[in-house]
Each structure stands twice: as C-alpha cells, then as structure tokens.
C-alpha cells in the first residue's frame, strides 16, 4: 500500500489476521506504536537511497567537470579522463546516469569520446541510457507519493482514537459484550479497560488464552444468573474485581505470586497487621533504647530505666505508625471503582439525587445555600439528575425555637424559586427535605434523628 495507512484497511486486516491467530491485548494496544515505526523506517529507507543518489550524482559531476576541463586543453588529456574513468569502475545507477547524461547532451562535441566510451560501457552491461533515466525518474515520483504518504499516514495514527478502533476488533472485547447483566457495554471505557487488563494479567499467570478466561468469566455470571435475578454476581465484573476473582481464578488455575499473596493476606487481617506492625516496631524501637541506656555508665535503677522505656514506648509509637503508613501506601494500592458512561446523559433508569445535609438557622445561611445548589446546578442540568436540600434546625432545649417557622418558609420559597427559575416542564429540579427536632436522651437536647452520625437516609 506503498505507506498509505487508513481505519478501513486495519480493520480489515486485523479482523482477517485473528481468523487465524487472536491478537492479545498488549498486542493490539502495540499497533499504532508498530504502525509509527513502520513508517519511520520507510521515510530513513526513502531517505537512505536519496543520499546515495545525490553521492552518485555529485560523483557525476565531478567526472564531467574533469572532462570539460579538459576537452579545452586537449585531446590527450580527454584520453586521460576517460581511461581514469574506466579504471574506476564508475557506479552505473539510474541517478549517475541520468547526471552524467544530461550532462553528457548539454556541452560541446568534443566531448564525444567521453560519450561512445559511456554508451558501450552501458551496452556491455546491459543497460541502455534511456531506460536508466526512466527508472530514475519513476523512483523520484515513486518516492514522492511515498513520503506524501507516510506523512499523511502519520497524521492519521496521531489523530486517530485508538481506544475504539481496539475495542471494536478485540477478541476479549467481544466475549464481555455478553455480560449477563447487560451492564458491562454501558460502563465508561476507563471501567472496560480495567476489566480487560485485569484477564491480561490472569492470562500471564495462567495456561488459559485471553478470549478463554473472559469466556470462563461469563460462564460463572451466566450460570450465577440463573439463581440469582438481579443480583450483582450475574454480571462479569464480580468475577474480575470482587469477591467472585477467586472463583475465577480457580477455574483457569492461575499461579498466585508471592507479592500477590502478601496482598491477599494484608487485605484479610488489616486490622491485625496494621496494628501489630506498628506495636512490633514501638517495641522494636523501644528495646534497642533500652538496652543502649543499660550498657551506659549512667548506672539506672530497675524503676528510672522502666519509667524512661514508658514515656520512649509512647513517643516512639508515633514515629512508627508513620513509618508503617507510608510502607502501607507502596503495598496496598487502593481498589478500583468501576463506573458506568454517563457521557451522553443520564438515563431514565439511573435517575440520581443529589443531596447536601445542612443545618439552618438565620436567612443569610439559607441564601448561601441555595446559591450553591443553583450552582451545583448549572453544572450539571441533565434532566435525571435532581438537587436537594436536607436541613436540620439547630439543636435546642425545646421542641421548636422561635424563628423556625419563619427560616423553614424562607428556604422553601427559595425552593420554589429555584423551580420556577429552571423550570423543565413536567420534572421539577430541585427538593427540599427537613427533619424536625425529636429528643435525643443521650445528648439531652432536641435535635434531628441520625444527625451526630451524619445519616443522610434518616429522613
């Protein structure tokens, strides 16, 4: 195709290609970067054989200068430039002798014998000026079209988004289309990408191929969805980052590694580890203190060394738990949340709330408050997407406290103003949630229920 490089020919090679052999994943992902040195290396190819061309035309010149020079001194010297010329065994390429031979038609007669003896040197070898200086200018269009191309093609991968051009031809792609749950196909590319690395990395620990573990995948969801309706294990994320991996993992017997099996384990007992780590090196540190304080000449009794091993014990815990904090973060990476695509909208099913607790108490706050929901707001005016208000009042000594009625009306009229404002028809934006004063026995105060403990449900 001569570096001429489009979408259309890609897929249709690679979709040909995996008849036959299935790419892997890092082989996919691996084809604009073998696309880019393909063409690179036909540019420095191109590049290559015009620097010789020019060494052959410059190479040219140089012997016809020589020649004219002396064809106006005289014959014998002529001889002479033309008997080096045939010792040198001159390079006969399409650049010399197109050089050489309009070099050759442009200048005085007396360059003649410098012509017969050109002409019979090429029909001895088998050439011919003419058909020379075809194939010449044929490979400077050739290579004209060529780096026009390569430059094009160029432009095309840096443009082109790749992503969809991998998921449209990826094997594995295509098995977890199947996901039961149907949920797999409306996750954002970040979440699906996730997925397909994660069987990456279990085709490396296993004798499965890649399409084979995301097909054992969908086996697990499609047979868990049988029993369970509507439950999280039908669909196939639950067997690459949940609990399900495990099952997973069985299935295709995938060799665990150490580091993995460290992991496991922190992330089984974390308590356990966490805590130990850091009263082992309290200890640790604590001893070492110790025993230098024992070996000094300060001659400390049983009670002061005890006592000065107490206060270090609790200084030292500190610095160990800061030692164990930042080991913690190079072992435990924090796990992935997948999310669904809301790119192009939220739709109807996934209709979301959004809700801000606040505590109310004078007209000022309130207005603050619906300011920044009206922001919230124009941030995001999807129509399935709803703002909220959960107010409390204050807590009191009494049920209700002169004034609640009156912040009550305030912020539920700018409720209502925020509606009219915004007004999408049928669908009303924004809400208004209160919970009165009920007695706390605890706190021995009225306050709304669930709010020490921030309960946004309570309601």
């Known amino acids: 195709m001569d570096a001429q490089v489009d979408e259309e020919s890609l897929r249709a090679f690679?979709?040909?290609y995996q008849e036959v052999a299935v790419l892997k994943l890092g082989e996919l992902w691996a084809v604009p970067i073998m696309l880019r040195l393909i063409l690179i290396e036909n540019l420095r190819r191109i590049v290559a054989r015009l620097q010789q061309d020019q060494k052959d035309r410059d190479l040219a010149n140089e012997w016809m200068d020589k020649a004219e020079k002396?064809?106006?001194e005289k014959t014998s010297s002529l001889v002479s430039i033309v008997s080096d010329m045939a010792n040198s065994d001159i390079p006969l390429s399409s650049a010399f002798v197109s050089e050489f031979s309009k070099r050759l038609s442009s200048r005085n007669p007396s360059l003649g014998i410098v012509r017969n003896w050109f002409e019979q040197k090429l029909r001895d070898e088998g050439f011919t000026s003419e058909e020379l200086i075809h194939t010449e200018n044929h490979n400077q269009a050739a290579d004209q079209v060529s780096v026009s191309n390569s430059i094009k093609s160029l432009r095309f991968i840096n443009s082109t988004d790749w992503r969809d051009f991998v998921e449209d031809i990826s094997v594995v792609e295509a098995v977890l289309r199947t996901d039961p749950a149907g949920i797999y196909e409306q996750m954002d590319f970040t979440?699906?990408?996730?997925?397909?690395?994660v069987i990456e990395g279990l085709g490396e620990q296993s004798s499965y191929a890649e399409k084979e573990i995301a097909q054992e995948a969908i086996r697990l969801a499609k047979d868990a969805s049988q029993n369970?309706?509507?439950?999280?294990?039908?669909?196939?994320?639950?067997?690459?980052?949940d609990d399900g991996l495990k099952d997973l993992k069985e299935t295709i017997k995938a060799?665990?590694?150490?580091?993995?099996?460290?992991r496991t384990l922190l992330g089984t007992y974390p308590l356990t580890f966490y805590a130990g780590s850091v009263l082992l090196l309290a200890f640790l540190f604590t001893w070492l203190f110790s025993a230098y304080m024992y070996s000094t000449e300060l001659r400390l009794n049983t009670g002061v060394l005890v006592l000065l091993d107490v206060f270090f014990f609790l200084f030292i815990s500190q610095l160990s738990l800061v030692l164990v904090n930042y080991v913690t973060t190079l072992l435990v990476s924090p796990d992935f949340l997948p999310r669904l695509d809301f790119s192009e909208?939220?739709?109807e099913e996934y209709s979301t709330v959004v809700t801000i607790p606040a505590m109310i108490a004078s007209e000022e706050g309130v207005d603050k408050l619906l300011s920044d929901l009206e922001l919230h707001y124009l941030s995001n005016t999807d129509t399935h997407l709803k703002f909220a208000l959960l107010t409390d009042f204050t807590d009191a000594d009494t049920e209700t406290v002169t004034g609640d009625t009156t912040v009550l009306d305030y912020i539920h009229a700018g409720i209502q103003r925020l509606n009219q404002t915004y007004n999408q028809g049928s669908s009303i934006p924004f809400y208004l949630f209160h919970r009165p004063r009920l007695w706390n026995p605890e706190e021995k105060k009225w306050m709304a229920y669930g709010r020490k403990r921030g309960e946004v449900d309570g309601f």
């Open 70 to 72: 002396s064809s106006q």
């Open 228 to 241: 369970n309706a509507k439950s999280r294990v039908e669909h196939v994320g639950y067997y690459l980052v």
């Open 14 to 16: 690679f979709e040909a």
């Open 255 to 262: 060799k665990t590694s150490f580091g993995a099996r460290i």
């Open 191 to 197: 979440s699906r990408d996730h997925y397909r690395h």
């Open 345 to 347: 909208g939220i739709p």
